[in-house]
């Protein structure tokens, strides 16, 4: 394929900014676009946001200009850009993606880093995440808090093996089970400071307001949930807590802003004490609850 087959005017880095914007702005709007074409940049060249910023009369090599024809190509047919790249940049952490895992969400980066932050000053030894999917949560939790043990689960094997790779990767040495979290987990040793978990939690009569995106590219297993009972892992997660958290532990749920009231109700029925925090759009998106 040459440059006249792939539509891009030439190989100089200005046609190529500018055909991304032509093809994708009355999509995704142009600060997305420019968003995408950082990522992309980064991930197949390298560059900076100021070596892009700086070098808009450069050419680039006909193999590369063939790998943002296909970007282009995925973009137009919503394939997510971390898809497309491989991975997402979590709380600081190169995360591997693909179709088995949640792409890692900026509303759970932003609970991690209030856990983090919350958490600094007291001396976590045990942290365990339910329903890990990629691991990004555990990776960043251990970058957090060297010393503390940590122990992640997810009834996936396909995902498990991402989140061991990403787990390798990140130099975090996380303990991994696989079990399904609706069936309790056995093997937990002991008690744990923090227990974090961001669960399934869209209800199938969610499906019609979500992206294509999401609906295409993200597993339903780790989205979705019965429309009569919806809170079946939280059910599921409290119970695991009753049992595993220390006395002056803190579990943390990412939750469904439709069901804030639902699922803080649960956690005080099993004897919580619940609170709930809105994420930076405004949304109900996490609780935090002690005994
Ligand atoms: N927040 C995710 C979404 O909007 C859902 C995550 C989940 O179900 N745990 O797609």
């Known amino acids: 394929m040459n440059t006249r087959n792939l539509r891009f005017r030439s190989n100089r880095v200005r046609d190529i900014v500018s055909l991304f914007h032509e093809e994708l702005d009355s999509m995704y709007g142009s600060g997305e676009v420019g968003v995408f074409l950082d990522m992309l940049f980064e991930a197949f060249l390298g560059w900076d946001k100021v070596r892009l910023l700086t070098s808009k009369e450069q050419t680039i090599d006909q193999s590369d200009l063939l790998r943002f024809h296909w970007a282009l190509e995925d973009l137009k047919q919503h394939r997510p850009i971390q898809h497309i790249i491989g991975y997402s940049d979590f709380c600081g952490c190169h995360i591997k993606v693909s179709p088995d ?68 990767n990140n130099g975090a040495d996380i303990r991994f089970m696989q079990t399904d979290v609706l069936n309790g987990v056995d093997g937990l040793s002991g008690s744990y400071g923090l227990i974090v978990s961001n669960p399934p939690y869209v209800m199938e009569k969610e499906r019609a307001q979500m992206q294509r995106n999401v609906l295409d590219y993200d597993p339903a ?71």
């Open 221 to 291: 297993l780790a989205l979705f949930v019965p429309d009569d009972d919806p809170l079946r892992f939280y059910k599921a997660i409290a119970n695991i807590a009753k049992e595993h958290l220390t006395e002056d532990g803190l579990l943390v749920v990412e939750i469904n802003e439709a069901l804030a009231e639902e699922t803080s109700a649960l956690l005080k029925f099993y004897g919580f004490l619940p609170k709930v925090y809105t994420d930076f759009r405004g949304k109900a998106r996490w609780i935090s609850a002690t005994r």
């Open 101 to 168: 895992v949640l792409i890692p969400r900026p509303e759970t980066e932003e609970i991690v880093n209030w856990v983090i932050t919350h958490l600094s000053s007291i001396n976590i030894h045990h942290c365990l995440d339910l329903c890990t999917g990629s691991g990004c949560i555990p990776i960043a939790l251990k970058k957090a808090f060297p010393t503390a043990e940590v122990t992640a689960v997810d009834i996936s094997p396909a995902a498990l093996e991402i989140a061991l790779e990403n787990a390798k």
